[in-house]
């Protein structure tokens, strides 16, 4: 398959891990003979820093007339720590939703048998837990009106939703779930809110359209607890934008670890990549970030093309290293690699033959393990 993929690394460790997705996805295409075309193109706080904006038209235009976006990350800490500042990275990342019309995010969240230890949860609580979270990503609050009054004591964000906007991305919700343990859950506030009480009466009349898939339903706040207590409870979930931002980061401790989740934001037309985790600058350079968030959302860029085959090696790829211990020091503090070591481990094991084995006197001394 031809394809043509923009790339975004963006700030902090974003270009390290990106560096790294593209070698994987580089190693898949000659395996499976595709034809990946990179082109790489500025975005964030470094893009502010050359021109003035978080998102050059350049590098829209490049985003437009790509089959997909692969994302890093962004932000730094002279934007986070200044409240004032009129241009911000994040505004770069918002724009780029909206205009590739990106109105679903996915992301799947699942606890490796070996990380269980990982995890501040009970590894009896979070054993078997494997999640994905579709969030609608382009509404809500986020999008919505705001104002503050002229004395500056009141401030105003409206959070508005249509059905039109409920309903494409409950039909991908309900069609993931069809695939899976056929349950969907919709997390909402309907005792409350009437945002919520429209995704509610929405997507219980959609429900008739998939009789196979059970569909349940959870405030928020229930949500949250349910996320603590019992997270093997979940399958699909769907919710509303703020919600769907705050119970995806409730869920990423269940992994042990923010730099294993991937994401995925499609639309109609345009999809991006990029793991969930932020720009961390304080690690920038010192070769400790951990790439696997972001090749797991290279791997999803296959999904997205139906790739399938392929971006199943990629993650059976990743459960050897886990189960190896061949890991970045969030995972492994008293053996651990390097992000480059990491991404050169992962890519020799998708180019071998998986007749190949592990020498474990390579991966005590921290070389390539293919022999």
């Not at 429209?198 to 229930?222: C, G, Q």
């Amino acid at each position: 398959m031809k394809l043509k993929i923009a790339v975004l690394p963006g700030d902090g460790i974003g270009p390290e891990v990106t560096k790294q997705s593209v070698k994987i996805l580089k190693a898949i295409d000659e395996r499976f003979d595709h034809d990946f075309e990179f082109e790489e193109a500025i975005v964030g706080a470094i893009a502010i820093d050359r021109t003035g904006d978080p998102l050059p038209h350049s590098t829209l235009e490049l985003c437009k007339e790509s089959d997909a976006v692969l994302f890093g990350a962004i932000g730094h800490p002279k934007y986070d720590n200044d409240p004032a500042a009129k241009v911000r990275p994040e505004q770069g990342l918002l724009k780029l939703r909206k205009e590739l019309g990106l109105y679903a995010n996915i992301r799947p969240v699942r606890a490796y048998e070996n990380l269980l230890e990982h995890s501040p949860l009970r590894p009896e609580r979070i054993a078997g837990a494997d999640m994905v979270i579709y969030r609608e990503l382009t509404g809500g609050i986020y999008f919505g009106e705001k104002s503050t009054s002229e004395d500056g004591q009141t401030a105003n964000d409206l959070c508005t939703y249509s059905t039109y906007e409920i309903e494409r991305l409950a039909h991908l919700a309900f069609k993931a779930a069809q695939k899976r343990k056929k349950k969907l859950t919709l997390i909402d506030k309907a005792n409350v809110l009437e945002t919520s009480r429209l995704w509610r009466k929405t997507v219980t009349n959609m429900a008739k359209e998939y009789p196979d898939v059970s569909l349940d339903f959870l405030f928020i706040d229930n949500a949250a607890m349910q996320m603590v207590l019992d997270p093997k409870q979940f399958d699909v979930i769907v919710t509303e934008n703020m919600f769907g931002d705050i119970i995806s980061d409730e869920a990423s401790v269940i992994g042990g670890s923010i730099g294993l989740l991937a994401s995925a934001s499609v639309g109609f037309e345009n999809a991006l990549f990029e793991p969930i985790h932020g720009s961390f600058p304080q690690a920038t350079g010192k070769g400790i970030a951990n790439p696997v968030a972001s090749i797991l959302s290279a791997a999803l860029l296959l999904d997205h093309f139906n790739l399938n085959r392929e971006a199943d090696v990629i993650r059976k790829a990743v459960e050897e290293s886990i189960k190896l211990n061949v890991c970045t020091q969030d995972l492994n503090k008293n053996n651990h690699y390097s992000t480059e070591k990491v991404g050169d481990f992962l890519e020799g094991r998708i180019s071998e033959s998986e007749h190949h084995h592990i020498n474990d006197n390579n991966l005590t001394i921290g070389q390539m393990t293919i022999i």
